[in-house]
């Protein structure tokens, strides 16, 4: 896990550095021609993102290393951001997501049962103190053309029970911002960085 995580950092880093690892997939390539790398292709591009109609944040959603990870640049409302690094392994199938927050929050992720036709979920930990971490699930759906839903869940039961913490809609620049969502509203402190 470490190593994946050094991996990610340094991917991330190279990616907003604007190096030469931070492209398009390439039209051809063993990325390229694996349907398997197409997972996220409908979140790519640029967004703003609202909980109800209030602006969370905006996120960049691409490429990187010629369409053979993705690579996620959030920035919150607040001036915090955070930064994913999700990676296919074309051997075993399995989608693996590494997420860093600027106060130092750490998630990673795995690909698990997607809950309903376009949707599409990762499950895994985050951390939250020496430790002790909390069941963590994301789950995105593409909602509209140009709307893809979010919603961000925790267990602190081992997955018995989730309370949502973040549910929100990302629209496209341009995009009239979107109704509310009707969910559950997270409690008083428990909303998470994203």
């Keep these: 896990m470490r190593r994946a995580l050094v ?15 931070h492209a398009e997939a390439a039209p051809s390539g063993p990325c390229a021609e694996d349907r398997g790398y197409g997972l996220l292709d409908f979140w790519l591009g640029e967004w703003h993102v609202y909980e109800g109609k209030t602006l969370a944040g905006h996120n960049r959603i ?15 409302a ?20 590494v997420w860093v927050h600027d106060v130092g929050q750490l998630k ?13 979920r990762f499950q895994g930990a985050v951390f939250v103190a020496p430790g002790r971490s909390l ?5 995105l759906t ?10 961000i869940e925790v ?10 913490v973040f549910d ?10 979107p109704e509310p969502v009707a969910s559950p509203a997270p409690s008083s402190g428990e909303r998470s960085p994203r």
């Design 7 to 21: 991996l990610a950092l340094a991917v991330v880093a190279a990616a907003r550095s604007g190096s030469p690892l």
């Design 62 to 76: 691409e490429k990187t290393l010629r369409g053979c990870a993705v690579v996620e640049s959030w920035k919150d």
């Design 78 to 97: 607040d001036g915090s951001e955070g930064n994913s690094l999700f990676f296919y392994n074309r051997f075993t199938a399995t989608w693996k997501q």
């Design 108 to 120: 990673e992720k795995t690909r698990t049962a997607d809950p309903s036709p376009g949707a599409v």
């Design 135 to 139: 069941q963590d699930r994301t789950t």
């Design 142 to 151: 593409r909602a509209a053309p140009d709307q893809v839903r979010q919603v």
């Design 155 to 164: 267990s602190r039961d081992d997955g018995r029970s989730w309370r949502t």
């Design 168 to 177: 929100a809609i990302y629209v496209r620049p341009g995009v009239a911002p």
